[in-house]
């Protein structure tokens, strides 16, 4: 058998340095191709596949489930209840300093926010 190549169509892609012509995937028949192991697919291996498949989304979609519970029964609420107690202590000094001439002064900010941090969680 010859194996010639077919001409090339842009001149320009042929004088490439780059672009080797390969005849490395010219097959002699379609006995070699034929010969090539192969797996079929059953109804039953799709049927698992599909089953394997609505497990893994029903999984998905409890874990998200959880999640959002986790969001809107626990994180939500605590963050909630601390900033307003922020908020609150924050208006509560400013509107102390404007009517009475008092200054607010807190001597340790960190223990000042743990405690906001434990009385936000006391009552969750």
């Not at 995937?25 to 034929?34: G, Q």
């Not at 489930?65 to 986790?70: F, N, R």
Request: one cysteine or more; glycine letters at 4%; hydrophobic letters at 35%.
């Amino acid at each position: 058998m010859s194996s010639a190549s077919p001409p090339p169509s842009n001149p320009s892609f042929s004088m490439s340095a780059y672009m080797v012509p390969s005849n490395n995937h010219s097959y002699e028949s379609d006995d070699e191709i034929a010969s090539l192991p192969s797996e079929s697919t059953t109804d039953s291996d799709l049927e698992t596949l599909s089953d394997d498949y609505s497990d893994a989304e029903a999984e998905w979609r409890e874990s998200i489930e959880q999640l959002e519970l986790l969001l809107t029964m626990v994180l939500v609420p605590f963050i909630g209840k601390y900033m307003g107690r922020r908020c609150a202590y924050w208006s509560w000094t400013r509107f102390m300093q404007w009517k009475y001439p008092v200054e607010v002064v807190v001597r340790s900010p960190g223990i000042f926010k743990g405690v906001g941090a434990i009385e936000a969680a006391a009552s969750l």
